[in-house]
């Protein structure tokens, strides 16, 4: 099996709920415009929670390559706290460091 193509995407993202800093705006290409909501953080930053406005898709993001699957898991629950079903969130394969 060949190995997955990465993929790349520059955006620009800035906050546009400054009082809680949990609505942003990510522009992609200069011409796509997205809102995102900041669901859960971890207090060290080492991982995100973000998810679309329509509940139909989010993402867990990490600084590192590999979230511990408890911690994964973990956060995977909370989705439903915020009306996400947690379901709709994929979780993509990474490659380990090489």
């Not at 971890?42 to 408890?70: F, T």
């Amino acid at each position: 099996m060949p190995a997955p193509m990465e993929r790349k995407a520059n955006a620009i993202a800035t906050v546009q709920d400054k009082l809680s800093n949990a609505v942003w705006r990510v522009r992609f290409f200069k011409v796509i415009s997205v809102q995102y909501f900041i669901l859960d953080l971890d207090l060290s930053y080492q991982w995100v929670m973000v998810g679309h406005p329509s509940r139909r898709y989010g993402w867990i993001m990490a600084r590192s390559k590999m979230l511990d699957e408890s911690i994964y898991q973990s956060i995977l629950r909370r989705t439903s706290d915020q009306r996400y079903d947690p379901g709709k969130f994929e979780k993509v394969p990474q490659r380990p460091a090489e």
